[in-house]
């Protein structure tokens, strides 16, 4: 299995819900990313999970919530988002945290705040 | 100056045309070095890894200079498929850092 399996592909939310995104590999990687991308941008890294533990927080605001139940699973916990939150959230996942041998990137979940 | 410096482009080619894209770096100990390629509104797929001189897959050769620290991408005989965002992104060989990203070249090939 070479892939990262992301869900849901598309979401739509009011800026009062609480959702989540969800991301999943069985590659063995020990490495997890989320990264947002808006349009003609390039990834904006927003959270490096390295051995189930947060090692980097790109200054997120508190409304972006990760998590890493386990070596397989990360997922991006949303509250209260505004309407410039809307982006393309990339997960991610390597081999090494230095990304030594490049990353495996999910298909994404667009995400629309109104 | 930027860690990883690419030309956004756009680059417009005719089918069967040769294209290069040049990428800079600024981290002498970078080790790692990768082509990605980005399809409108898709996520960044791995096109080619860069770890010595260069490497060469069918129609795309990849070209390193760690002197002048810069990566290159060659595609030959270009083909309307082709026509993507390619990102280079380069790894800072540090302890709790992750890859770094160029802002991407874009290209567009036309029949």
């Known amino acids: 299995d070479t892939e990262v399996t992301q869900t849901p592909k598309h979401l739509v939310m009011g800026m009062t819900n609480k959702k989540s995104l969800k991301c999943e590999q069985h590659m063995g990687h020990r490495a997890m990313y989320w990264y947002k991308q808006k349009a003609k941008k390039p990834p904006e890294l927003m959270f490096v999970y390295s051995y189930e533990k947060l090692s980097i927080n790109e200054s997120v605001p508190s409304r972006f919530s990760p998590e890493c139940p386990n070596s397989s699973l990360l997922n991006l916990h949303l509250h209260a988002l505004q309407p410039e939150d809307s982006a393309l959230y990339l997960c991610?996942?390597?081999?090494?945290?230095?990304?030594?041998?490049?990353?495996?990137f999910g298909s994404g979940t667009r995400l629309t705040v109104v | 100056r930027k860690e990883v410096e690419q030309d956004p482009g756009p680059f417009n080619v005719p089918e069967g045309a040769t294209v290069a894209f040049n990428c800079t770096y600024s981290n002498s100990a970078s080790q790692s070095f990768f082509w990605y390629r980005q399809d409108c509104r898709k996520e960044p797929k791995l096109l080619m890894s860069?770890?010595?001189s260069g490497n060469e897959d069918g129609r795309f050769t990849a070209q390193l200079n760690r002197a002048s620290q810069y990566i290159s991408l060659l595609i030959r005989d270009s083909k309307l498929s082709d026509s993507a965002t390619y990102l280079c992104?380069?790894?800072?060989?540090?302890?709790?850092?992750?890859?770094?990203f160029g802002k991407g070249t874009t290209l567009s090939v036309s029949s």
């Open positions: 860069v770890y010595s």
């Open positions: 992104v380069v790894n800072r060989n540090q302890a709790g850092t992750a890859l770094i």
């Open positions: 991610a996942s390597s081999q090494d945290q230095g990304g030594y041998y490049g990353y495996t």
